[in-house]
C-alpha cells in the first residue's frame, strides 16, 4: 500500500512527541510536515525540542532534521504536501478551529487532539471501538461547508478512556449512574515531574476544566446519529478529577449502579468479549481491546500503563457495591488518550475508505 503524506501541528509538545515516536515506520503513514509556534518555526525538529524532549527513545532519524514550519504562516504551505494532519496544538480555542477548518477546507483531513470542535455539531467525537458509525457525520460536515476532501475528526479528553471503555458493553444492563474519581498523570498538562516542583510529594485536588469534560464527553461519544445530529444519550456521571504525581497513565475509580441485575461474571465476560475492531486488524488496535486482572493489586500504574503498547485498557477489582459494583480502569494518557487513540482513528479512516490516498 502507499503510505499517505502527513503533518503534524503542534509536533514540538508533549503529544506531538508522541506522534512523532508512534508514527516511525508506520504501515500507513509517513511523517512529511512538522508545525508549531513561531518560536520553533525554521528550526531543524531536533533543535526545536532541544532540552525539552520527554519521550523515552531518542528522537527518529528520518524525523531529527526536518525543519519546523509554522502553523499559520504556512498553513497553506503544509496543506500542499499532506493529505492529513494530526493536530496537538495548544493554543486558542477559537484560533484552533480556525487552523483546524482552514486544513479541512484546503482538501486536508484533521484528526485532533484539542477540545476545540468536540462540541462542533457536525465533528465526530471518535473512540475507534465505541462510535465508528459517527463517522457518517462526516458527509453532513462536508456538505455543510461545501468541503470535498477535508473535514474535521476529534477524539475525546484522555481521562475518559479510563472508564468509558468498561462502561460502554454495560449500558444494556440499564446503567443508572455512574461516579468516578479519576487520577491523572502530569503528561496530561503537557509536563514532566522534574519541572513541576510543586506536584513533587503532592496531590492536586482539582484540574481545571476536566470535571466537566469526564461528565459530559462520554454522552456525546454514546449519543445516537439521527437526521445528521447527533442526540446526546447516557447515564449521569458525577467526576472527580485529582492530578497525581506520576509521569504517565490515568487511572479511574469507578462506582457503578444498574436498572437490570447484572452479576460479576457477566461484567468480566462482556469486557473480556468487547473488541469490535478485532477484525479490522488496525495496526495500533490493541486485542484485547480490555483487559481484566484478578489479582486485587492490580491494575498499577507502571505495571500496566503500556499494556498492549499503551493502547490497551486495565481493569481490575471489580466488587459489588449495593445496587452495582465498583472497579478500577487504567490507560495511558498520551498513547491510548491522545496520539495513539488519534493515529488509531485515522487507521479506521483509511479502512473505511474515508481517505483515498
Ligand atoms: N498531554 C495529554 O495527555 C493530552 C491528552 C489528550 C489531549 N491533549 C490535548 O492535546 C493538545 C496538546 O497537548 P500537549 O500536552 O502536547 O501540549 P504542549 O506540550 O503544551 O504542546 C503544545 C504544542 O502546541 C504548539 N503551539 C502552542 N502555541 C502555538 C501557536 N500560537 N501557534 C502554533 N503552535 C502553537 C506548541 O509549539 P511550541 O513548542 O513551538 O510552543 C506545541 O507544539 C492539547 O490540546 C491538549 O489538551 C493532551
Known amino acids: 500500500m502507499k503510505k499517505i503524506p502527513v503533518g503534524i501541528i503542534g509536533a514540538t509538545g508533549m503529544v506531538g512527541q508522541r506522534f512523532v515516536t508512534l508514527l516511525k515506520n508506520h504501515p500507513f503513514f509517513d511523517i512529511v510536515a512538522l508545525a508549531a509556534s513561531p518560536r520553533s518555526v525554521n528550526q531543524k525538529y531536533q ?79 471518535i473512540m475507534p471501538e ?17 468541503w470535498k476532501r477535508g473535514f474535521v475528526v476529534v477524539k475525546p479528553n484522555c481521562s475518559i478512556q479510563s472508564y468509558v471503555p468498561m462502561l460502554t458493553p454495560l449500558l444494556k444492563y440499564g446503567i443508572k449512574k455512574v461516579v468516578v474519581t479519576t487520577l491523572q498523570a502530569v503528561s496530561g498538562a503537557g509536563k514532566i515531574l522534574k ?103 492490580r491494575p498499577q500504574t507502571k505495571l500496566d500503563r503500556n499494556l498492549e503498547d499503551g493502547m490497551g485498557i486495565a481493569a481490575g477489582r471489580l466488587r459489588e457495591d449495593g445496587e452495582g459494583f465498583k472497579f478500577i480502569g487504567l490507560s495511558h494518557n498520551t498513547i491510548r488518550g491522545a496520539a495513539g487513540g488519534a493515529i488509531l482513528t485515522a487507521e479506521l479512516l483509511m479502512k473505511k475508505g474515508y481517505i483515498d490516498g
Not at 497553506?76 to 478551529?97: G, N, P, T
Not at 465505541?130 to 461545501?146: F, R, S, V, Y
Not at 497513565?249 to 478485532?278: D, R, T
Open 195 to 297: 519541572d513541576w516542583p510543586q506536584m513533587q510529594e503532592n496531590l492536586i485536588p482539582n484540574i481545571p476544566g476536566e470535571e466537566e469534560k469526564s461528565e459530559i464527553e462520554p454522552s456525546k461519544i454514546w449519543g445516537k446519529l439521527i437526521d445528521g445530529q447527533i442526540k446526546l444519550t447516557g447515564p449521569a456521571i458525577s467526576a472527580t478529577c485529582i492530578r497525581v504525581p506520576l509521569e504517565d497513565g490515568h487511572m479511574a475509580a469507578v462506582a457503578v449502579s444498574f436498572k437490570k441485575k447484572v452479576s460479576k461474571k457477566q461484567i468480566i465476560n462482556e469486557w473480556k468479549k468487547f473488541n469490535p475492531l478485532k477484525f479490522l486488524k488496525l495496526p495500533s488496535a490493541p486485542n484485547p481491546f480490555i483487559t481484566y486482572f484478578e489479582e486485587d493489586d
Open 130 to 146: 465505541i462510535n465508528p458509525q459517527h463517522l457518517k457525520l462526516i458527509k453532513h460536515q462536508q456538505e455543510n461547508h461545501g
Open 47 to 125: 533543535q526545536a525540542v532541544k532540552g525539552r524532549w520527554v519521550m523515552s527513545e531518542p528522537i527518529p532519524k528520518s524525523i531529527k532534521n526536518i525543519r519546523v514550519m509554522g502553523v499559520e504562516k504556512d498553513l497553506e504551505e503544509i496543506a500542499k504536501r499532506v493529505e492529513l494532519v494530526f493536530s496537538a496544538l495548544d493554543m486558542e480555542k477559537e484560533k484552533i478551529r480556525s487552523v483546524e477548518d482552514g486544513f479541512a477546507n484546503l482538501g486536508v483531513v484533521v484528526v485532533s487532539n484539542n477540545s476545540a470542535h468536540r462540541w462542533t455539531k457536525d465533528v465526530p467525537m
